[in-house]
Protein backbone atom coordinates (compact mmCIF):
# COMPACT_ATOMS: atom_id res chain seq x y z
CA UNK A 1 0.00 0.00 0.00
CA UNK A 2 1.32 3.77 -0.87
CA UNK A 3 2.49 5.62 2.27
CA UNK A 4 0.14 8.01 1.10
CA UNK A 5 -2.64 5.98 1.42
CA UNK A 6 -1.24 4.65 4.76
CA UNK A 7 -1.43 7.70 6.05
CA UNK A 8 -4.74 9.10 5.29
CA UNK A 9 -6.42 5.39 6.25
CA UNK A 10 -4.43 6.70 9.90
CA UNK A 11 -5.79 9.96 9.65
CA UNK A 12 -8.78 8.98 8.96
CA UNK A 13 -8.89 6.42 11.68
CA UNK A 14 -7.75 9.20 13.96
CA UNK A 15 -11.33 11.72 13.09
CA UNK A 16 -13.54 8.78 12.71
CA UNK A 17 -15.63 7.74 15.75
CA UNK A 18 -13.02 5.95 17.74
CA UNK A 19 -11.47 9.38 20.02
CA UNK A 20 -9.26 6.03 22.21
CA UNK A 21 -5.56 5.58 22.23
CA UNK A 22 -4.02 2.56 20.81
CA UNK A 23 -1.22 0.91 22.77
CA UNK A 24 0.79 -2.09 22.23
CA UNK A 25 2.86 -3.57 25.24
CA UNK A 26 6.29 -5.08 24.55
CA UNK A 27 6.63 -7.74 27.61
CA UNK A 28 4.09 -9.73 29.53
CA UNK A 29 5.43 -10.01 33.01
CA UNK A 30 4.76 -8.24 36.29
CA UNK A 31 4.53 -4.71 34.03
CA UNK A 32 2.92 -5.77 31.07
CA UNK A 33 0.30 -7.65 33.15
CA UNK A 34 -0.25 -4.44 35.44
CA UNK A 35 -0.41 -2.42 32.28
CA UNK A 36 -3.26 -4.49 30.62
CA UNK A 37 -4.76 -4.96 34.42
CA UNK A 38 -5.55 -0.97 34.49
CA UNK A 39 -5.92 -0.29 30.60
CA UNK A 40 -8.48 -2.48 29.82
CA UNK A 41 -11.06 -1.02 32.02
CA UNK A 42 -10.36 2.24 30.71
CA UNK A 43 -12.40 3.34 28.08
CA UNK A 44 -9.86 6.00 26.48
CA UNK A 45 -7.38 3.08 25.63
CA UNK A 46 -7.44 -0.19 23.51
CA UNK A 47 -4.90 -2.65 23.43
CA UNK A 48 -3.82 -3.42 19.99
CA UNK A 49 -1.44 -6.11 20.91
CA UNK A 50 1.31 -8.07 23.00
CA UNK A 51 4.66 -9.22 22.62
CA UNK A 52 6.51 -11.49 24.82
CA UNK A 53 9.15 -14.27 23.39
CA UNK A 54 8.21 -16.16 26.38
CA UNK A 55 5.63 -18.59 26.09
CA UNK A 56 5.16 -18.40 29.58
CA UNK A 57 4.79 -14.76 30.50
CA UNK A 58 2.58 -14.43 33.29
CA UNK A 59 0.77 -11.66 31.22
CA UNK A 60 0.07 -13.98 28.49
CA UNK A 61 -3.12 -15.71 29.60
CA UNK A 62 -4.51 -12.43 30.89
CA UNK A 63 -4.20 -11.21 27.10
CA UNK A 64 -6.26 -13.95 25.54
CA UNK A 65 -8.53 -13.53 28.71
CA UNK A 66 -9.13 -10.15 27.07
CA UNK A 67 -8.90 -10.97 23.47
CA UNK A 68 -5.56 -8.97 22.80
CA UNK A 69 -3.81 -10.20 20.00
CA UNK A 70 -0.46 -11.86 20.97
CA UNK A 71 3.28 -12.08 19.30
CA UNK A 72 6.91 -13.41 20.00
CA UNK A 73 8.13 -10.69 17.82
CA UNK A 74 7.99 -7.09 19.09
CA UNK A 75 8.73 -5.90 15.32
CA UNK A 76 5.33 -6.80 14.51
CA UNK A 77 3.89 -4.23 16.97
CA UNK A 78 6.07 -1.53 15.16
CA UNK A 79 4.59 -2.62 11.83
CA UNK A 80 0.80 -1.80 12.87
CA UNK A 81 -1.12 0.98 11.36
CA UNK A 82 -3.52 1.56 14.45
CA UNK A 83 -0.95 1.75 16.99
CA UNK A 84 -0.55 5.26 18.59
CA UNK A 85 2.01 4.27 21.64
CA UNK A 86 4.19 2.26 22.36
CA UNK A 87 5.26 1.32 26.12
CA UNK A 88 8.03 -1.31 26.50
CA UNK A 89 8.04 -3.09 29.89
CA UNK A 90 10.06 -5.95 28.74
CA UNK A 91 13.45 -5.00 30.32
CA UNK A 92 15.74 -5.89 27.18
CA UNK A 93 18.82 -3.92 26.19
CA UNK A 94 18.73 -5.05 23.28
CA UNK A 95 14.72 -4.08 22.53
CA UNK A 96 15.54 -0.80 24.22
CA UNK A 97 18.38 -0.03 21.88
CA UNK A 98 15.74 -0.98 18.61
CA UNK A 99 13.27 1.41 20.03
CA UNK A 100 15.64 4.12 20.85
CA UNK A 101 16.64 4.36 17.00
CA UNK A 102 13.44 3.85 15.89
CA UNK A 103 11.08 6.84 14.76
CA UNK A 104 7.83 6.43 12.65
CA UNK A 105 5.40 9.76 12.51
CA UNK A 106 2.67 9.78 14.91
CA UNK A 107 3.45 6.65 17.30
CA UNK A 108 5.26 8.19 20.74
CA UNK A 109 6.86 5.29 22.61
CA UNK A 110 8.03 4.75 26.31
CA UNK A 111 10.49 2.64 27.89
CA UNK A 112 13.37 2.27 30.27
CA UNK A 113 12.97 3.99 33.52
CA UNK A 114 10.05 5.56 32.25
CA UNK A 115 8.18 2.92 31.80
CA UNK A 116 9.12 1.08 34.60
CA UNK A 117 8.01 3.94 36.99
CA UNK A 118 4.46 3.57 35.06
CA UNK A 119 4.06 0.57 35.75
CA UNK A 120 5.21 -0.04 38.98
CA UNK A 121 2.74 3.06 39.94
CA UNK A 122 0.12 1.16 38.33
CA UNK A 123 0.67 -1.57 40.26
CA UNK A 124 0.98 -0.26 43.60
CA UNK A 125 -2.27 1.23 42.38
CA UNK A 126 -3.88 -1.87 41.95
CA UNK A 127 -2.37 -3.35 45.20
CA UNK A 128 -4.11 -0.47 46.56
CA UNK A 129 -7.17 -1.25 45.39
CA UNK A 130 -7.53 -4.22 45.63
CA UNK A 131 -6.86 -4.02 49.94
CA UNK A 132 -9.76 -1.53 49.86
CA UNK A 133 -11.94 -3.74 48.64
CA UNK A 134 -10.92 -6.35 50.78
CA UNK A 135 -11.18 -3.87 53.90
CA UNK A 136 -14.82 -2.85 52.57
CA UNK A 137 -15.66 -6.61 52.12
CA UNK A 138 -14.97 -7.33 55.16
CA UNK A 139 -16.37 -5.09 57.29
CA UNK A 140 -19.48 -5.30 54.81
CA UNK A 141 -19.63 -9.16 56.27
CA UNK A 142 -19.16 -7.78 59.81
CA UNK A 143 -21.86 -5.40 59.03
CA UNK A 144 -24.30 -7.90 57.52
CA UNK A 145 -23.76 -10.08 60.61
CA UNK A 146 -24.15 -7.09 63.35
CA UNK A 147 -27.56 -5.93 61.39
CA UNK A 148 -28.82 -10.04 61.26
CA UNK A 149 -27.89 -10.40 65.33
CA UNK A 150 -29.05 -6.90 66.33
CA UNK A 151 -31.79 -7.42 64.55
CA UNK A 152 -32.80 -10.11 66.24
CA UNK A 153 -32.41 -8.98 69.08
CA UNK A 154 -34.89 -5.94 68.23
CA UNK A 155 -36.86 -7.65 67.48
CA UNK A 156 -37.68 -9.82 70.39
CA UNK A 157 -37.23 -6.72 72.66
CA UNK A 158 -40.03 -5.14 70.26
CA UNK A 159 -41.81 -8.20 70.84
CA UNK A 160 -41.34 -8.09 74.95
CA UNK A 161 -42.29 -4.41 75.13
CA UNK A 162 -45.61 -5.43 73.06
CA UNK A 163 -46.39 -7.94 75.51
CA UNK A 164 -45.85 -5.85 78.79
CA UNK A 165 -48.09 -2.89 77.22
CA UNK A 166 -50.95 -5.66 76.37
CA UNK A 167 -50.73 -8.05 79.40
CA UNK A 168 -49.91 -4.71 81.66
CA UNK A 169 -51.39 -1.29 80.63
CA UNK A 170 -54.10 -1.99 78.20
CA UNK A 171 -55.66 -4.55 80.26
CA UNK A 172 -55.48 -2.16 82.94
CA UNK A 173 -56.50 1.05 80.98
CA UNK A 174 -59.83 -1.68 80.02
CA UNK A 175 -60.53 -1.99 83.59
CA UNK A 176 -60.38 1.80 83.92
CA UNK A 177 -62.60 1.79 81.26
CA UNK A 178 -65.33 -0.42 82.40
CA UNK A 179 -65.90 0.71 85.75
CA UNK A 180 -66.69 4.30 84.25
CA UNK A 181 -69.16 3.15 81.76
CA UNK A 182 -70.46 1.31 85.14
CA UNK A 183 -69.70 4.33 86.81
CA UNK A 184 -72.38 6.40 84.32
CA UNK A 185 -75.10 3.69 84.30
CA UNK A 186 -75.18 4.09 88.29
CA UNK A 187 -74.68 7.60 88.82
CA UNK A 188 -78.51 8.28 88.93
CA UNK A 189 -80.00 5.05 90.26
CA UNK A 190 -77.68 4.38 92.96
CA UNK A 191 -75.24 7.59 93.34
CA UNK A 192 -73.19 6.32 96.30
CA UNK A 193 -71.91 2.77 94.13
CA UNK A 194 -71.65 5.12 91.58
CA UNK A 195 -68.71 7.13 93.70
CA UNK A 196 -67.27 3.84 95.01
CA UNK A 197 -66.67 2.71 91.70
CA UNK A 198 -64.98 5.96 91.00
CA UNK A 199 -63.01 6.09 93.81
CA UNK A 200 -61.99 2.08 92.50
CA UNK A 201 -61.27 3.58 88.59
CA UNK A 202 -59.07 6.16 90.25
CA UNK A 203 -56.64 3.66 92.22
CA UNK A 204 -56.53 1.65 88.80
CA UNK A 205 -55.48 4.26 86.85
CA UNK A 206 -53.06 5.27 89.48
CA UNK A 207 -51.74 1.45 88.71
CA UNK A 208 -51.91 2.33 84.98
CA UNK A 209 -49.72 5.51 85.00
CA UNK A 210 -47.00 3.23 87.28
CA UNK A 211 -47.18 0.85 83.98
CA UNK A 212 -46.79 3.07 81.85
CA UNK A 213 -43.89 4.73 83.87
CA UNK A 214 -42.05 1.72 83.94
CA UNK A 215 -42.72 0.89 80.37
CA UNK A 216 -40.90 4.02 79.30
CA UNK A 217 -38.51 3.30 81.78
CA UNK A 218 -37.30 0.15 79.88
CA UNK A 219 -36.82 1.65 77.14
CA UNK A 220 -34.76 3.97 78.31
CA UNK A 221 -32.73 2.58 80.99
CA UNK A 222 -30.07 3.68 80.98
CA UNK A 223 -28.66 7.54 81.46
CA UNK A 224 -27.56 7.47 77.38
CA UNK A 225 -25.56 10.62 77.75
CA UNK A 226 -23.38 9.11 80.90
CA UNK A 227 -24.40 5.46 79.74
CA UNK A 228 -24.53 4.59 83.94
CA UNK A 229 -25.09 0.81 84.33
CA UNK A 230 -24.96 0.66 87.79
CA UNK A 231 -27.79 3.81 88.70
CA UNK A 232 -29.92 2.39 86.62
CA UNK A 233 -29.88 -1.11 87.34
CA UNK A 234 -30.53 0.63 91.23
CA UNK A 235 -33.57 2.56 89.79
CA UNK A 236 -34.76 -0.14 87.89
CA UNK A 237 -34.97 -2.83 90.89
CA UNK A 238 -36.20 -0.42 93.16
CA UNK A 239 -39.63 0.61 90.70
CA UNK A 240 -39.18 -3.87 90.45
CA UNK A 241 -39.83 -4.16 93.54
CA UNK A 242 -42.46 -1.61 94.16
CA UNK A 243 -44.82 -2.27 91.21
CA UNK A 244 -44.23 -6.58 91.51
CA UNK A 245 -43.62 -6.35 95.44
CA UNK A 246 -40.93 -8.77 95.15
CA UNK A 247 -38.05 -8.08 97.41
CA UNK A 248 -35.33 -7.30 95.18
CA UNK A 249 -31.59 -7.64 96.30
CA UNK A 250 -28.85 -5.96 94.42
CA UNK A 251 -24.85 -6.48 95.16
CA UNK A 252 -22.00 -4.49 92.77
CA UNK A 253 -18.20 -5.28 92.91
CA UNK A 254 -15.85 -3.86 90.53
CA UNK A 255 -15.83 -0.73 88.20
CA UNK A 256 -17.72 -0.42 85.44
CA UNK A 257 -16.35 2.44 83.49
CA UNK A 258 -14.33 -0.75 82.16
CA UNK A 259 -16.89 -1.85 80.07
CA UNK A 260 -18.03 -0.88 76.79
CA UNK A 261 -21.56 1.28 76.33
CA UNK A 262 -22.85 -1.86 74.02
CA UNK A 263 -22.17 -4.44 76.88
CA UNK A 264 -23.76 -2.21 78.84
CA UNK A 265 -26.76 -2.14 77.51
CA UNK A 266 -27.37 -6.08 76.71
CA UNK A 267 -26.41 -6.28 79.69
CA UNK A 268 -29.69 -4.09 81.34
CA UNK A 269 -31.59 -6.19 78.74
CA UNK A 270 -30.52 -9.54 80.24
CA UNK A 271 -31.17 -8.54 84.15
CA UNK A 272 -34.59 -6.86 82.86
CA UNK A 273 -35.50 -10.44 80.82
CA UNK A 274 -34.87 -12.33 83.79
CA UNK A 275 -36.93 -10.34 86.16
CA UNK A 276 -39.84 -10.56 83.93
CA UNK A 277 -39.61 -14.12 83.80
CA UNK A 278 -39.80 -14.33 87.33
CA UNK A 279 -42.70 -12.31 87.74
CA UNK A 280 -44.30 -14.05 84.98
CA UNK A 281 -43.34 -17.87 85.79
CA UNK A 282 -41.71 -18.13 88.92
CA UNK A 283 -44.43 -17.14 91.80
CA UNK A 284 -40.92 -16.10 93.82
CA UNK A 285 -41.10 -13.37 96.13
CA UNK A 286 -37.46 -13.03 96.76
CA UNK A 287 -34.67 -12.18 94.00
CA UNK A 288 -31.23 -11.21 93.96
CA UNK A 289 -28.80 -9.65 91.31
CA UNK A 290 -24.81 -9.85 91.70
CA UNK A 291 -22.85 -7.92 89.16
CA UNK A 292 -19.31 -8.81 89.67
CA UNK A 293 -16.56 -7.17 87.11
CA UNK A 294 -12.64 -7.40 87.41
CA UNK A 295 -10.66 -6.72 84.52
CA UNK A 296 -10.46 -10.10 82.56
CA UNK A 297 -14.17 -10.89 83.43
CA UNK A 298 -17.56 -10.11 84.08
CA UNK A 299 -20.09 -11.95 85.59
CA UNK A 300 -23.37 -11.38 86.48
CA UNK A 301 -26.10 -13.42 88.90
CA UNK A 302 -29.58 -13.64 88.56
CA UNK A 303 -31.43 -16.04 91.66
CA UNK A 304 -34.69 -16.41 92.78
CA UNK A 305 -36.75 -18.38 95.21
CA UNK A 306 -39.08 -19.26 92.78
CA UNK A 307 -41.11 -22.70 92.02
CA UNK A 308 -38.29 -23.29 90.00
CA UNK A 309 -38.77 -25.76 86.76
CA UNK A 310 -37.13 -29.09 85.19
CA UNK A 311 -34.37 -28.06 82.94
CA UNK A 312 -33.66 -31.49 81.13
CA UNK A 313 -37.71 -31.12 79.87
CA UNK A 314 -37.33 -27.52 79.15
CA UNK A 315 -34.22 -27.85 77.07
CA UNK A 316 -36.05 -30.42 75.04
CA UNK A 317 -39.01 -28.40 74.35
CA UNK A 318 -38.20 -25.42 71.98
CA UNK A 319 -41.42 -23.81 73.23
CA UNK A 320 -41.19 -23.75 76.46
CA UNK A 321 -37.23 -22.55 76.64
CA UNK A 322 -39.05 -19.74 74.50
CA UNK A 323 -41.84 -19.03 76.63
CA UNK A 324 -39.82 -18.88 79.94
CA UNK A 325 -37.90 -15.97 77.66
CA UNK A 326 -34.39 -18.25 78.35
CA UNK A 327 -33.62 -17.85 74.72
CA UNK A 328 -32.96 -14.35 74.61
CA UNK A 329 -31.27 -14.39 77.72
CA UNK A 330 -28.64 -17.05 76.33
CA UNK A 331 -28.47 -15.14 72.55
CA UNK A 332 -27.78 -11.60 74.49
CA UNK A 333 -25.09 -12.86 76.32
CA UNK A 334 -23.28 -14.29 73.03
CA UNK A 335 -24.06 -11.62 71.12
CA UNK A 336 -21.25 -9.83 73.63
CA UNK A 337 -18.87 -12.71 73.46
CA UNK A 338 -20.04 -14.68 76.33
CA UNK A 339 -22.60 -17.54 78.44
CA UNK A 340 -25.33 -17.77 79.75
CA UNK A 341 -26.16 -20.73 81.93
CA UNK A 342 -29.48 -21.66 83.66
CA UNK A 343 -29.95 -23.66 86.53
CA UNK A 344 -33.29 -24.60 88.00
CA UNK A 345 -35.05 -27.46 89.98
CA UNK A 346 -38.44 -27.90 90.75
CA UNK A 347 -39.39 -26.18 93.90
CA UNK A 348 -35.95 -25.05 94.06
CA UNK A 349 -35.55 -21.36 92.41
CA UNK A 350 -33.73 -20.40 89.32
CA UNK A 351 -30.05 -18.61 88.98
CA UNK A 352 -29.08 -17.58 85.97
CA UNK A 353 -25.43 -17.09 85.44
CA UNK A 354 -24.17 -14.80 82.61
CA UNK A 355 -19.98 -14.69 81.90
CA UNK A 356 -18.58 -12.20 79.72
CA UNK A 357 -14.79 -12.22 79.34
CA UNK A 358 -13.32 -8.82 79.07
CA UNK A 359 -10.70 -7.96 75.94
CA UNK A 360 -7.63 -5.85 76.20
CA UNK A 361 -9.95 -3.26 74.23
CA UNK A 362 -12.54 -3.11 77.65
CA UNK A 363 -9.62 -2.82 80.08
CA UNK A 364 -8.80 0.26 81.68
CA UNK A 365 -5.93 2.10 79.65
CA UNK A 366 -3.16 3.02 82.37
CA UNK A 367 -0.64 3.93 79.60
CA UNK A 368 1.18 0.32 79.23
CA UNK A 369 1.01 -1.84 76.39
Known sequence: MPTGSTTSSRTARKKGASSSTHVAIIGAGRGGTALMEIFATDPLVKIVGIADNDPQARGLILAKQLKIPVTRDFRRLLEMEEVDLIIDVSGNVEVGQFLRDFHRMGVTIIGGASAKFMWELIEARIRATTEIEKTLNKYQSLYRLYVKETGTAVTEERTRIACEIHDGLVQSLAGVNFKLELSQQLIRKNPKASLATLRESKEQLKLAIQE??????????????????????????????????????????????????????????????????????????????????????????????????????????????????????????????????????????????????????????????
Open 212 to 369: ARQVIFNLRPLQYDKMELIPGLTNYLKSYQTQYRIKTEFHVSGDEQILFPRTKIFLFRIVQEALSNVVQHAKADRVSVRLDIDFDRLTVTIADNGIGFNMDQVLHDPEKWDHFGLRGIVERAKLVGGEATIQSKKGRGTTIIVDVPLGKKERPDNGKD
